[in-house]
């Protein structure tokens, strides 16, 4: 983990803890700060990082903090190596739980959170298994209630056999822990399993997403 020294909110500010991240099947890179930063400017922000590796996502949105002059401190980035079972349990959850409890418990205590992961992993032989997601967890203020957004899609491959599953879900709350689920598909994948996901530009735009055609032309590269 390291620490940079940064702009300080102005005494008084009643700031928020944001929170990033970007996965990968070999290391998760986290981001987090205190400051205030509105919505369009958070989509900005994620748009600026469009052009870099997940890995140097966290030097992009250090430099937009500081060239946009907004305030903000604390800033902390870490790489978390992912435990595939883990994971993989909590992509499911993420597509079927009834309630938000194990996304808050992934996130912690930050008000709003932004992450996306493109895991993919040989578990054995011939065998492949894997996750797309793209989550949100925001709020109006520094308390709750929050707004959750969740697009994903869990898959597996065999190679031996050519076979494959997987199943993919939109989903939002309307209120409070609640997930409702606005749409799905478990015949075929609207994510390509294999080729380029574009991750980001489908969280950018994750609060519009609510049919899969919508996902598949914003992620389908």
């Known amino acids: 983990m390291k620490k940079h020294l940064t702009r300080q909110t102005p005494p008084g500010t009643l700031a928020q803890t944001f ?6 099947g070999e290391e998760i890179y986290a981001v987090s700060f205190k400051g205030m930063i509105h919505e369009p400017e958070i989509r900005c922000l994620l748009g600026n990082t469009h ?5 140097t996502c966290e030097e992009a949105i250090h430099s ?3 060239t946009h002059g907004l305030d903000y401190s604390d800033f902390v980035t870490c790489k978390i190596r992912p435990e595939h079972h883990a994971v993989m349990a909590y992509a499911d959850s993420l597509l079927h739980d009834g309630t938000s409890q194990c996304m808050d418990q992934w996130i912690g205590c930050a008000d709003v959170y932004y992450g996306i992961m493109d895991y993919q992993r040989q578990t ?4 492949y298994e ?3 997601f793209a989550v949100s967890r925001t709020c109006a203020g520094c308390t709750p ?5 969740v697009t994903g899609q869990t898959f597996w491959y065999d190679s031996a056999s050519s076979s494959e599953g997987s199943y993919f879900a939109i ?8 997930l409702y689920t606005l749409a799905e598909e478990d015949s075929q994948p609207v994510l390509a399993t294999f080729g380029c996901v574009d991750m980001l530009c489908l969280l950018i735009h994750l609060k519009t997403v609510t049919t899969k055609q ?3 032309d914003l992620a389908n590269r």
């Open 19 to 24: 929170l990033f991240e970007f996965g990968t």
């Open 51 to 55: 052009k870099h590796l997940f890995q």
């Open 64 to 66: 937009y903090l500081d």
């Open 124 to 127: 054995r032989k011939d065998f």
């Open 130 to 132: 894997g996750y797309y």
């Open 145 to 149: 209630p929050y707004k959750y957004h």
């Open 171 to 178: 989903r939002k709350s309307e209120s409070g822990r609640q």
């Open 214 to 216: 919508q996902a598949a």
